[in-house]
Every structure is written in C-alpha cells, then in structure tokens.
C-alpha cells in the first residue's frame, strides 16, 4: 500500500546570529508549489525543544518565523519535518496538530512541546477519514520520526500508555466537556463545581481548563492543586507542554504561601481536609488559631475549619473537581462543609458509563461481589444528588 502523505525534512542553516531561510533549489518544483500554497503539518525540532504547527503556506509561514515576526525564536531549533498529503487537510488538522502535540510531549526525547495551537478545551469535530488519519498518517509518521532519530518510542502504542498522553492538556475532550470548559472560561463571575464519578475524565478537565486559563489570560495568576502523590507529575505535564506559569501546589502549601490568584482548580476536592482532633499535628497546623483568640476560645485549634474555606478566601475564581463516593478518610471534608460553601456555585455533572461484567474464570482469579459492592453501585448509578 502507497503512503498517503509525502515526509520531508530540512536542515536550517545556521550564519552569525540567524538561520538562513530554506532555499528553493533544495524543494523540488511539485513540492515547493504545494509548500507555497497548501496544508501542510510541520515540526521544528531543536535539542530540547520542539514545537508543532499547521499552516497552508508554509514557506510564507517560515519567512515569518526567519524573520522573527512572532514569539517563535528559530534560533532554538535545527530542523524542519514537513508533511502534505490526501490525508492532510483543512479536515484533519486540528486532529493531526493536537494529535501529535500529545505524542511528541509523551515521548519525553523533548523537555518542552510549543504550539500556537488554537483549540485547546475544544473537542475535534468528527469528519470523514478520521480512523484513516489515525491508522494510514499518525501511526506510519510516527515511525518516520523514530527511524530519523526525532523521538525515542518506536511504538506508539507504548506512548499512549503514558502519563503525559493520558492527562494532555491537547488531550481530545468530549462534546460535553468541552462544553462545559467553554462555558467556564466565558463566565468571570461564578465558581463552579465539576462533579462526576471515577473514570469521567476531571483530571484531563483539569489540565485542558488550566492551560486554556493560562492561554487566554497571560497576565493572571493561574494555580492548580492536587494531592502530594500527584503533584511532581503535574508539574511535568505542564512544563512540558509549554504551560509552566501555571503553579501547582497541595492544598496545604497553597495555603501557607498567603498568595492570592486569579484562578485557582482544585484536583479530588472532596479529599480536601477538615479539622480532625487524631490527624497528626503537623497536618493540623494550618487550623491553629492565633495566639489571643486561641486563649479567648480556650482551644488551640479551629475546630470547625477546613482547608476549602481557607482557599476560597485567596481564589478570586474557583473551580473544583468532585466527587463524592470518593470521600474515605474521616479527616476528608464532610459533605455537609462542602455543601454549604458551595451552595451558589454553579454545578455540572460528567455522565458515567455503565458496564456490568461477568467473571467467567473460576478459581483464584475469581471475583467474590459483596452486599457493600452492590450498594456502592447503586450509588453511583443514582449521583451524588440521590441517596438510597
């Protein structure tokens, strides 16, 4: 079978302080004219950096990028990858830009993925021959860029099982999380609560949210907050893709830095903690009160805290990933807490697939369900707003 895109790459020549631009004698005339005027893929790969575009005159585009009018600094790269084809269109390249932004970053050969890509927190619109893209561009290119020594992984699927894939801020979303993404970056005045059960995608929420807050508001202070199992690797993520003015914290340190910020997502909000008298003390420190009031009040600590009410105070807009079957430790803020901050918060509920499998193997490898499984299914079938 023929392929279905054309692969070329370029050396940028180097003199004093610019880079020469690509010269005509080394495109061939066919090719030259549909790199004058036709959609095209590319990738400028440096020693640490590359960076992802799509344009439909691409050696237009690189006169502007030789001549430094945009933030792009040529200086940081030593070669182009340049792709056309049947394939490659106005179509597929969205699809194709987002798609590869996401490998590249997930293979890890590159400390940073720069992109001038537009449809962050947008879903890809489904068009014709987009399992094609997949199978007969993505997949056969990505294996040009391995064997031209431009990435470390030589199989893709390998890439997909990563971190820095799974929770991409290009990561496709869907129809109704992109809406809501949409919804909340159009609205300054209200908080918002993004509730949904595990597996219904409010991590890659997250990560989408926070770098389109970054994107459209370069001069506002963006943070996030995870759990401390989970903070290194979200700093990873958002180093590199590009996004490392947006600061991660736990919830603890986020509290103790007494910073204020434009926009604040919190990861797990139902994990965040109250209160509790049997948490260490060092967990505790964050509710003690201040000398004076702490000797009017004959207690040492706020008894009745938690660390949302503390972060809603520096946040001048919040959003909170949550749910509730998730709350586990008797430390965990109660849904009572959670509640009454919460109640003028706009809400919106992630659907949830339902599946019920049936084990067929016998044996060790057998499953026991308990009355506790069933009742936790039906729980979460009802929602966070129904009980039984």
Not at 45 to 66: A, C, E, I, P
Request: a positive charge; aromatic letters at 12%; one cysteine or more.
């Amino acid at each position: 079978m023929s392929k279905k895109y054309v692969f070329k790459e370029f050396k940028i020549n180097r003199v004093s302080e610019r880079p020469e631009p690509l010269k005509n004698d080394e495109i061939g005339l066919k090719d030259q004219k549909r790199l004058e005027k036709g959609d095209t893929i590319y990738i400028y790969f440096g020693k640490s950096h590359s960076y992802v575009g799509q344009t439909k005159q691409f050696l237009k585009r690189y006169k502007q990028h030789y001549m430094a009018q945009s933030k792009f600094d040529l200086r940081n790269y030593k070669c182009v990858v340049m792709s056309f084809g049947q394939l490659i269109n106005q179509l597929s390249l969205d699809d194709i830009e987002n798609q590869l932004i996401t490998y590249i970053a997930a293979d890890g050969k590159h400390n940073e993925v720069l992109s001038d890509n537009s449809t962050l927190g947008n879903s890809i619109i489904p068009y014709p021959q987009q399992d094609q893209v997949k199978s007969d561009f993505i997949t056969p290119f990505w294996h040009e860029l391995y064997t031209h020594n431009y990435v470390h992984t030589p199989d893709i699927e390998t890439v997909r099982q990563s971190v820095l894939f799974k929770y991409s801020p290009f990561h496709e979303l869907s129809e109704i999380q992109a809406q809501i993404i949409q919804e909340i970056v159009n609205d300054t005045r209200n908080n918002f609560v993004i509730n949904g059960m595990a597996g219904t995608g409010k991590t890659v929420m997250l990560t989408n949210l926070a770098a389109v807050l970054s994107k459209k508001n370069p001069n506002k202070k963006v943070a996030v907050i995870v759990k401390a199992n989970w903070k290194k690797t979200a700093k990873r993520i958002f180093k590199t893709y590009g996004k490392s003015n947006i600061a991660v914290y736990t919830a603890v340190k986020f509290i103790q830095a007494e910073e204020d910020y434009d926009f604040v997502i919190i990861d797990e909000s139902h994990r965040l903690r109250r209160y509790y008298s049997k948490s260490q003390n060092t967990l505790n420190t964050i509710f003690r009160l201040p000398p004076k009031v702490a000797e009017e009040r004959g207690v040492n600590y706020d008894v009745g805290a938690n660390e949302l009410e503390k972060i809603v105070k520096r946040s001048k807009q919040i959003v909170l990933m949550y749910d509730p079957s998730q709350q586990i430790r008797p430390g965990d803020i109660t849904m009572e807490q959670f509640n009454n901050i919460t109640h003028k918060f706009k809400h919106f509920y992630l659907p949830t697939e339902y599946r019920i499998n049936i084990p067929e193997k016998s044996g060790k490898y057998r499953r026991a369900y308990t009355g506790e499984n069933y009742i936790k299914g039906i729980k979460n079938f009802l929602g966070p707003e129904m009980s039984i």
